[in-house]
């Protein structure tokens, strides 16, 4: 696949909703649609996969036009490359998790196949799942396997509408580090529909936030998710991404030493394996678990301590305010504190704080 990048622009006028967007998106990596119910992200899929004829605008997929009404371009749904998982896995009953997979890649031109039937069998850990009928799978598992019919396609895109929105935490935890490892592995651009936080932060690397059918803002992930005028870093989610190189390690202490632009981060090892020097990871620190000092805090627990410049304060739940600071040129950090904290240490814009950091999670 080229780097060519995902164009859609779609006006399409509806009873009582009007969608109008125009986005260019990377050809590569995962894409996040966020935004509330009815704000019209299953719209935007449907243009894609070329199930909203009367759209106007156009569909550019690895330079391949799929949809141009300026041109009465307009390809039907079964001539476009695209995979489609929804929030129910439709499988097969009949057919065994195996037949499933056969039946996705049977369906593609052998011109226009790019993989064997089991492209997505290891990247999904399905291996295991072959001979069984879907009502033996769990929620998880029949999301995998769903995933994976989908890439027997061989799709130039792939398509996520809320994949987990149907399960209970636990599953979605199960699932959620087979979808993380799609990033690197797939050679397509995917756009994922959610309204969960969590999960934009999980997966996402570019954001679109939609609104009422416009796009209301977009970007690399780790600037929308703490921009404090968008509705991400609202609620008790509100989390912040760094992207950190593995650095050092200490065995003494046991733990792994990571660098940002803006500082370092010492994490214990836990469960993760120890990190070759230079490995890439994306950490979460949660905005409430980062607190405020004026001075360097000296006799503290809390491992990490990052000198900062606050850069916005906003009123956020009651009594609570979202303060934005940059540890570095790059990086942003969510920090949620109380209204008479905030007012005591006169947390305002340019002031210099530390930020205590109590937990960071390492997810990949
Ligand atoms: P989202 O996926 O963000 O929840 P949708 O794209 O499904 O939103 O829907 C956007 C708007 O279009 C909603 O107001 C919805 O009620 C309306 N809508 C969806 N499908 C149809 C349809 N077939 N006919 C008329 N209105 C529809
Ligand atoms: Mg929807």
Not at 168 to 185: G, N, T, V
Request: glycine letters at 8%; proline letters at 5%; a neutral charge.
């Amino acid at each position: 696949m080229s780097d060519a990048p995902l164009i859609l622009k779609a006006q399409l006028a509806r009873q009582d909703f009007a969608l109008d967007v125009a986005l260019e998106l990377p050809a590569h990596g995962i894409t996040a649609l966020f935004g509330p119910s009815g704000s019209g992200k299953t719209t935007c899929l449907r243009v894609l996969a070329g199930l909203e004829r009367q759209a106007r605008g156009a569909v550019v997929v690895d330079g391949q036009t799929w949809q141009d009404s300026a041109r009465g371009v307009f390809l039907p749904t079964h001539r476009r490359a695209v995979g489609y998982v929804f929030q129910e896995a439709s499988l097969f009953d009949h057919l065994t998790v195996e037949g499933n997979l056969r039946f996705g890649f049977d369906r593609t031109p052998a011109a226009e196949r790019r993989h064997g039937w089991d492209h997505g069998l290891d990247l999904l850990g399905i291996r295991p799942l072959l001979p069984r009928r879907p009502r033996e799978l769990s929620g998880g598992e029949r999301q995998r396997v769903a995933i994976a019919r989908a890439l027997a396609t061989s799709p130039r895109l792939l398509l996520m509408d809320e994949p987990l929105a149907a399960l209970d935490a636990a599953r979605k935890a199960e699932i959620l580090p087979w979808l993380e490892q799609l990033h690197e592995a797939l050679d397509l651009p995917v756009v994922y529909v959610t309204h969960a936080t969590d999960e934009v932060a999980r997966l996402a690397d570019h954001v679109v936030l939609l609104d009422q059918g416009r796009v209301q803002a977009q970007g690399a992930l780790t600037e929308v998710l703490t921009r404090t005028d968008l509705p991400l870093s609202r609620g008790d989610a509100a989390v912040s991404v760094i992207v950190a190189k593995a650095s050092g390690y200490s065995p003494e202490d046991q733990l792994q030493v990571l660098d940002f632009d803006g500082g370092q981060l010492m994490l214990p090892r836990a469960r993760q394996q120890r990190l070759a020097t230079g490995t890439r990871v994306r950490l979460h620190i949660q905005a409430r678990d980062v607190s405020l000092s004026l001075l360097k805090p000296e006799q503290t627990s809390v491992l990490n301590v990052l000198p900062c410049t606050v850069v916005q304060v906003v009123d956020d739940a009651p009594g609570q305010v979202l303060v934005s600071l940059r540890p570095g040129d790059d990086t942003q950090l969510l920090s949620r504190i109380s209204h008479l904290s905030a007012r005591r240490l006169g947390i305002a814009p340019g002031l210099r704080v530390y930020a205590q950091i109590k937990g960071v999670a390492m997810v990949r």
